[in-house]
């Protein structure tokens, strides 16, 4: 009886790595008090991912992360809205990462709750995020797409259904395969977030490009 | 030290303080990080304007080599300036406005650039001999841009217009730069084999009182 309780369990441990959609696992980074949460709708392709968490920034992150490996040069869209409220900024993004380490290396495109597009990253293990931060659109679904070539990330973001629009590119350097998903963060401890991204892809890219100086 | 080395060692010494004379709203002018082909900074008290002339492998990576021109401040200020460059050079030249802890080579800073070919730039190290952030906005070539710098505490935010366009913000990023700092206009080649000249007109620095809450 006992052994049919383990491999039950077991099974439900197995069951929460199997694939979520075009990802394979989901986690909490950093291990915040409040759990979170991730589902997928195969009918509709969208997820909807619960997160909490002080926030993806400083020196170590807490947050919600669904992801995949992911290897070369990819373009990753996703539309994201937040179904809760909460802190101004509380993030919704799509997130390279190293490791599901809390101080990982990692690189993002966010949306904060207040509308505010950002692009983060820490370069190393261990150190400060940087961040670059632009004009505030107001609240809203906001269609994120971020594209790794070589070192060089390129972000775009649109309000609503507004075209897509470049909002510049950084370096990222980073070795061997990397984690690409979809991360929540509440920017608070005591409170989840929920946000639903749609329209989700994973598109490998092949050429590599020409290294920015 | 003989006469002749002591009377040598003045007048290098006099010739040094004598880049000091009238550079406008600034107090200096020299070159980071010793690139091969000299700079000079000349101020045109009549038209306000400063005509830079720069060399320098790059202002980037760990270490900058560059023409600056600065002054030092403390608090929270705005500066704005409206650029130029003269001449054809290298696509990533660079003109700009910089904060700066230190005239080290390797010293934490923070920048906006428009590079040669008309990228917008924001730059910055967070901390001695460390790698080169960087930003770049997307651009439509070459042109006279005028650039705003605002620090507010550890907040850089920059705004830009191109061609007397209407000044647009563009971007905000972070960098603890320790007062008092280093406030001025720099401009590099990118190659030291090679000197870009850069018009900067409309050259404002104005203090603000108020520090602001910190951004998370």
Redesign the interface.
């Known amino acids: 009886m006992r052994l049919l309780l383990l491999l039950c369990l077991s099974l439900r441990v197995f069951a929460q790595t199997s694939s979520i959609g075009a990802f394979t696992s989901f986690t909490d980074v950093g291990d915040p008090p409040v759990k979170g949460s991730a589902e997928f709708d195969p009918a509709t392709g969208q997820y909807r991912i619960t997160g909490s968490g002080t926030?993806i920034?400083g020196k170590a992150d807490q947050f919600r992360f669904v992801w995949r490996e992911i290897s070369g040069n990819f373009a990753v869209t996703a539309t994201a809205r937040f179904l809760t409220e909460g802190n101004d900024?509380r993030k919704a993004a799509i997130m390279l990462r190293q490791s599901t380490d809390t101080d990982s290396p990692y690189c993002d495109l966010v949306i904060h709750g207040n509308g505010m597009p950002g692009?983060q990253?820490r370069?190393n293990k261990g150190e400060?995020t940087?961040?670059?931060?632009?004009?505030i659109e107001a609240p809203g679904a906001f269609k994120l797409k971020l594209v790794r070539q070589g070192a060089t990330i390129t972000v775009f973001a649109a309000k609503g259904d507004a075209p897509l629009r470049?909002?510049?590119?950084?370096?990222f350097q980073s070795s061997g395969p990397l984690l690409v998903g979809l991360a929540v963060a509440s920017?608070t401890q005591s409170a989840s977030n929920t946000v639903l991204f749609s329209d989700v892809s994973i598109e490998q890219l092949a050429a590599p490009a020409a290294k920015?100086? | 030290m003989t006469m002749r080395n002591f009377l040598l060692t003045y007048l290098l010494a006099a010739a040094a303080f004598a880049q000091t004379e009238n550079l406008g709203l600034f107090t200096n002018s020299g070159d980071v990080g010793n690139p091969a082909r000299k700079g000079s900074t000349a101020f045109d008290a009549a038209t306000g304007q400063y005509r830079i002339t720069g060399s320098g492998a790059n202002i980037w990576a760990k270490e900058d080599q560059f023409q600056y021109v600065w002054k030092e401040m403390s608090g929270n200020f705005i500066v704005t300036a409206t650029l130029e460059f003269l001449g054809q050079g290298a696509d990533h030249r660079k003109a700009g406005i910089m904060l700066r802890q230190s005239l080290d080579p390797d010293s934490a800073y923070g920048d906006i650039v428009i590079h040669g070919n008309g990228m917008p730039g924001i730059q910055w190290r967070s901390n001695r001999g460390e790698i080169t952030n960087a930003f770049d906005l997307p651009f439509d070539g070459p042109g006279k841009y005028k650039l705003k710098l605002v620090r507010n505490g550890v907040g850089l935010s920059i705004a830009l217009a191109k061609n007397g366009a209407p000044l647009k913000d563009a971007a905000r990023t972070e960098v603890t730069l320790r007062n008092p700092i280093l406030v001025g206009l720099v401009v590099c080649s990118h190659d030291g084999g090679a000197s870009d000249t850069v018009v900067f007109s409309d050259v404002a620095v104005e203090a603000l009182p108020a520090p602001a809450g910190k951004k998370q």
Not at chain 1, 130 to 135: A, G, L, Q, R, Y
Not at chain 1, 166 to 171: F, K, V, Y
């Open positions: 926030d920034w900024h692009v990253f370069n400060n940087n961040t670059v931060d632009f004009p470049e909002l510049g590119h950084t370096s920017h920015k100086q």
